[in-house]
């Protein structure tokens, strides 16, 4: 599996910007030989961004979902996403859709940070699915955090082979890497769940300012990382918040 990570710039509030980005990264990695393309959080509103009260884009009806699935049939690949899920409630949620644009998965995150609770419901489950690379598990950024990794393992409990992680993952605004470097967490996080259940797992994250909401002023920073099944870091990619890239690594 030739695997795509599309560390995108996410603008809050803009949802036609980002959804153009989105569909121009993925015709990008197809046209290099891409199977699978894993893109950002949230990535059609930004990560705690107000969402739009009032106005639908939910799974798989919505606005946002049409686009990303036009454009894996349309390109023959593979699409993991992260989309702010406007339906009955609000969810940040995640998307697995095949070479078709069909959903294959659809995740709603467990283990939202608690500044993020007034703006999304929460989910309650995991789910994998097969695929023609084997099986698939999904979840979203700091899912893989929860206590004891519970939600990758239990991805790995349920038979998953490679997990997908949406990522938005954001520094102070004064953060300096050349002093502190980024990512511990997420090593941390990833590589028991990848070396007890013998999985792939890659975070992609998306750059730019958050400038709304609970964590203005801060910045994402990309920095998204894949870890092999020995619990070896295969990937990693470049870290600020102009680091708007497209990377590659081929699994298995």
Known sequence: MKLALAQMRVEGGCRGANLQRAVDRIAEAAQVGADVVLLPEALNWGWTHPPPRGRRDAIPDGASFKTLADAAAANDVWVCAGLVEISDDVFNAAVLLD???ELVLHHRKIHELPIAHHLYARGCSTNVATTEFGTAGVHICADAAAPG???GRQL???GAQFILSPCAWAVE???DPAVTSYGDLWRRSYKPVAQAYGLWIAGCSCVGRIDAGPWKGRRCIGNSIVIGPDGEELLTGPHGEDADVLLWLELG
């Open 173 to 175: 605004a004064g953060h």
């Open 156 to 158: 790995g409990e349920q």
């Open 99 to 101: 070479r078709a644009g």
């Open 149 to 151: 990794q519970w939600v």
